[in-house]
C-alpha cells in the first residue's frame, strides 16, 4: 500500500473514534493526536500517530516518551489510574528486532499509569497485522480503500474538517454551560449587601448586637413571635468588615460561577431560597444572633454541585476538585470554630442543591422529579421551622442574654436589661449575671442590693476581679470602709496591673486617714 493509503486511513481512524466512538479530543499537531475515553474506569486514552520508524529503537525511544506523556496527562485529568494505547500507523515494521516492545509499559510507584502498543503495517484491513492492541476487542475499523490519489487527499480534508467541527461543536457545547447568564444579580446583591453595612454602621454600628436586631437580624425570641421577615432580612448583614468582605468575595466569585451558569431568574431563586433554609436552619439550631449572606453563599455550592451530579464528567473536568476541596476546608472549618453558624451553612448547601434540582440546568428538560425536588425542599424548610419551636434550648442562650444586657446598660436601657438579667438566674447561677445585676442596681443607686450581687458574684468565681472591685465601691457608697479596702485589695492580688484599682485604694487609705 502506498503512504498516502497509510495517511487516509490514519485520518479515518481518527475520525472513526471522535466523531463515531464519541472520544474527546485532547491534543492534535500534524500526524498525531491523543484521545480520552471519557466513559471508561480506568480512565482510557488513546495516542494514535502516523509515522514511520525504521528500527526498534526509535519506537522504542518514542513509546518511553509516550508513557511519561500519559503519567503527566493522569495528573492533569486527576485521575488515580489511567490505562492507554499507542496506535501506529506505518507503512512496514522496523527492520530489526522490536518485539520485546509487545508487552505493556507502567510508570508510577503503583503502576497508576500503563501504556501498550498497537502496530498497524501494510495490509490495514487484515486482522493479522494488528499486533498487541486493544483495538482486538473493538473490532479493527474496516474502511473503504481508495486507489485514487486525488479522491483520496479529497476525502483526507473532509475528515480533517468533520473531526474538527466535530471537536469545536463539543467545545462550544460545554462552554455554553458557563456562559448562559450574566452576573447582573450578583452585582445587585453586592451593591445592596454594602448599602446596608453602611447604614447600619452609622446607626450604631455592625458589631453591636442590639443594632443588629434592630435592622433585621435572626433573633429567635423575635422569630417566635412572629418575625419570620429575619429569614430574609438577616441575609443582608454582616457583622463587622472582615465577614463583609469575605462573604462579598465568596459570592462575587461563587454567585457570578451560578448565575453565569443558570441565568439570572433560576440564579435569584437559588440564592434566596438556600438563605431562607439557611436562616431557618439556624434559628433551629443556634441560639445566637445571626446575620450574614453565608447561608445563600453555600447554597451556590449546592447549586455547583448539582450541576456535578448532572454533568460528572464535565464538573471533574473543569472546576470539580477545586469545588469539593473549598466546601471541605469550609466546613471543617466551621465546625472547628464554635463562633461559626454551621446550621446556616448546612441548611443553605441542602438548600441551594434542592432549589437547583427544582430549577433545573437552562438546557434540562422538565421531569417528574422537579416536583419530588420542590415538595422536598418544602418539607425541609417546614421541618426546620418547627424545630426552631420545639428545641427550646435554641430559644435564647445564657450568654447572649447577658450581651444584650450589657448593651442594654451601655446604653442607660437599665430597666430592659433586667427582664433578660433574671431570665439567666431562673436558669442558672451566674457570676456574670449576678455582676450585671449589681451593675444595673449601683447604677441606680441601690448599693445595698448592689453590693449583695457582687457579693454573691465572687462567691460563685473567686478569681472575678471586676465582681470585686465594684463590691469594695459598694462597701464605699454604704459607709463600710474597712470592708471596701479589704475588696479592693483582693482586686489588686487577682490583678496587679489595673491601675484604677491602685488609685481607688490609695484614695481609700487617704481618707481614713
Known amino acids: 500500500m502506498t503512504v498516502w493509503q497509510h495517511d487516509l486511513y490514519y485520518w479515518q481512524l481518527v475520525h472513526h473514534y471522535v466523531k463515531e466512538k464519541g472520544f474527546r479530543l485532547l491534543y492534535q499537531k500534524n500526524k498525531e493526536v491523543w484521545l480520552e475515553d471519557e466513559h471508561s474506569k480506568p480512565k482510557r486514552i488513546i495516542r494514535i500517530k502516523r509515522v514511520d520508524y525504521d528500527w526498534g529503537n526509535q519506537l522504542k525511544k518514542d513509546l518511553l516518551e509516550t508513557v511519561k506523556r500519559a503519567d503527566l496527562l493522569r495528573r492533569q485529568l486527576k485521575q488515580k489510574k489511567i490505562e492507554g494505547d499507542t496506535i501506529y500507523v506505518m507503512m512496514y515494521p522496523p527492520v530489526d528486532s522490536w518485539e520485546e516492545l509487545m508487552r505493556p509499559f507502567y510508570l508510577g510507584k503503583k503502576q497508576q499509569t500503563m501504556m501498550k502498543m498497537t502496530l498497524i503495517p501494510s495490509g490495514l484491513t487484515e486482522r493479522e497485522h494488528v499486533i498487541n492492541g486493544v483495538l482486538a476487542k473493538d473490532q479493527i475499523p474496516s474502511f473503504p480503500i481508495y486507489e485514487d490519489v486525488d479522491m483520496a487527499e479529497v476525502i483526507i480534508g473532509r475528515l480533517k474538517r468533520e473531526v474538527r467541527q466535530y471537536t469545536k461543536k463539543k467545545e462550544e457545547e460545554e462552554r455554553s454551560y458557563f456562559l448562559y447568564g450574566k452576573p447582573i444579580a450578583t452585582y445587585v446583591l453586592l451593591a445592596l449587601i454594602a448599602v446596608m453595612f453602611y ?196 430559644q435564647m442562650s445564657s450568654l447572649l442574654s447577658l450581651q444584650l444586657a450589657q448593651e442594654y446598660m451601655q446604653e442607660g436601657r437599665l430597666y430592659e436589661a433586667y427582664p433578660l438579667i433574671y431570665e439567666v438566674l431562673e436558669e442558672e447561677e451566674s457570676a456574670e449575671a449576678y455582676f450585671l445585676l449589681g451593675y444595673a442596681d449601683y447604677a441606680l443607686e441601690d448599693f445595698r442590693e448592689a453590693k449583695n450581687s457582687f457579693m454573691r458574684a465572687v462567691e460563685l468565681q473567686p478569681s472575678f476581679h471586676q465582681a470585686h472591685y465594684n463590691l469594695a465601691l459598694s462597701h464605699y457608697r454604704l459607709g463600710d470602709r474597712e470592708e471596701a479596702i479589704a475588696a479592693v485589695e483582693q482586686a489588686i492580688a487577682l490583678e496587679p496591673n489595673e491601675e484604677s484599682y491602685q488609685t481607688f485604694l490609695t484614695e481609700l487609705k487617704s481618707n481614713s486617714n
Open 199 to 394: 447604614i447600619v454602621e452609622q446607626n450604631g454600628g455592625s458589631t453591636h448586637v442590639l443594632t443588629l436586631i434592630e435592622f433585621g437580624a435572626k433573633y429567635n425570641p423575635a422569630i417566635i413571635n412572629g418575625e419570620w421577615w429575619r429569614f430574609f432580612s438577616s441575609m443582608f448583614l454582616h457583622i463587622g468588615f472582615i465577614h463583609l468582605f469575605m462573604n462579598s468575595l465568596a459570592l462575587l466569585f461563587l454567585g457570578g460561577a451560578v448565575e453565569r451558569m443558570y441565568g439570572t431568574s433560576r440564579f435569584v431563586l437559588i440564592y434566596f431560597v438556600a438563605g431562607v433554609i439557611g436562616s431557618i436552619a439556624s434559628f433551629a439550631f443556634n441560639a445566637q444572633v445571626a446575620a450574614g449572606a453565608s447561608g445563600a453563599i453555600f447554597g451556590c455550592f449546592g447549586a455547583l454541585l448539582y450541576f456535578g451530579i448532572s454533568h460528572p464528567k464535565l464538573f471533574f473536568r473543569t472546576m470539580g476538585t477545586n469545588v469539593l476541596v473549598i466546601l471541605a476546608i469550609n466546613l471543617v472549618f466551621g465546625f472547628m470554630m464554635p463562633m461559626i453558624d454551621n446550621g446556616a451553612h448546612i441548611g443553605g448547601l441542602v438548600g441551594g442543591f434542592l432549589a437547583a434540582a427544582v430549577v433545573q440546568l437552562p438546557k434540562q428538560k422538565a421531569r417528574m422529579r422537579q416536583l419530588l425536588f420542590l415538595v422536598g425542599t418544602v418539607i425541609l424548610a417546614v421541618s426546620l421551622y418547627g424545630l426552631g419551636f420545639v428545641n427550646e434550648d435554641k
